[in-house]
């Protein structure tokens, strides 16, 4: 059973920072991209930042410069550093990863895995 767990969530003021982390866990065998995802009130989830498995990162358009996904392939984990913080980053925020995975009888899988989700909010 693969999870992924975030942490890191909470209340910060226009202009703070905040640091997110997702750990993953259970019987994983190698992990592809890891990404952190966003959905706000009444919004689509939309993709906040990936990183490959070579450290290859991509970020959307509106957080470029204020915002540093990095991992910890030893660790099964990822980190998205958030600084420069606004109102408009007020979201659920989700972890996802492409893993690969043993089932009960030591066979490979390949799928998509999603954390519960943690709240940020940016206000004053």
């Known amino acids: 059973q693969v999870q992924l767990v975030e942490s890191g969530g909470g209340l910060v003021q226009p202009g703070g920072s905040l640091r997110l982390s997702c750990a993953a866990s259970g019987s994983i065998f190698s992990i592809n991209a890891m990404r952190w995802y966003r959905q706000a009130p009444g919004k689509e989830r939309e993709l906040v930042a990936e990183?490959?498995?070579?450290?290859?990162?991509y970020y959307t358009d509106s957080v470029k410069g204020r915002f540093t996904i990095s991992r910890d392939n030893a660790k099964n984990t990822v980190c998205l550093q958030m600084n420069s913080l606004n109102p408009e980053d007020t979201a659920v925020y989700y972890c996802n990863a492409d893993l690969q995975s043993r089932t009960i009888i030591g066979t490979l899988i390949t799928r998509t895995y999603w954390g519960q989700g943690t709240q940020v909010t940016v206000s004053s």
């Open positions: 990183i490959t498995s070579g450290g290859s990162t």
